[in-house]
């Protein structure tokens, strides 16, 4: 109920139209889960969603922006999480994207949870840019650190 009351402009005019559809009372005592479907099926058309899975299949690490490249994997893992249910299908999505020195390395260590793939995803990073033989690229310029 709270969060429909800050609906505002189309997704308030939206609202209203559920609620005189559905009733007040069915209305509001969906579930959380119920509503964001609801939403889901309303605002998010499948050219879109598509053109999400599209984006992170071909997610990868660039150079030795590990961060970057966790961040922008979080971002659409929430948004199309069928593609990273269960778990080990995430770590698994995760991996894939890694550079091909530290993703060898990480899958090795069989990674049982996301934060551990993540922690040592980012050490072993580091270590590569110590080592010089990953460059890390800072406003579109090479910086190797040595």
């Known amino acids: 109920m709270y969060s429909t009351n800050l609906f505002l402009d189309q997704a308030l005019t939206w609202w209203n139209g559920q609620v005189q559809s559905l009733g007040d009372d069915t209305a509001y005592s969906l579930s959380w889960a119920e509503l964001k479907e609801l939403m889901i099926a309303e605002y998010r058309p499948a050219s879109e969603v598509q053109k999400l899975e599209t984006e992170f299949w071909n997610l990868t690490m660039m150079g030795a922006d590990v961060t970057g490249y966790t961040s922008r994997f979080h971002d659409l ?70």
Not at 96 to 119: C, E, N, W
């Open 77 to 146: 893992a929430r948004l199309v999480p069928r593609l990273v249910t269960p778990e080990n299908n995430k770590i698994e999505r995760y991996l894939f994207g890694l550079a091909p020195q530290i993703r060898s390395m990480v899958t090795a260590s069989k990674p049982t949870t996301m934060r551990a793939a993540i922690d040592l995803a980012l050490s072993l990073t580091e270590d590569a840019i110590r080592m010089g033989t990953l460059i890390r690229q800072v406003s579109g310029l090479k910086i190797s650190e040595a």
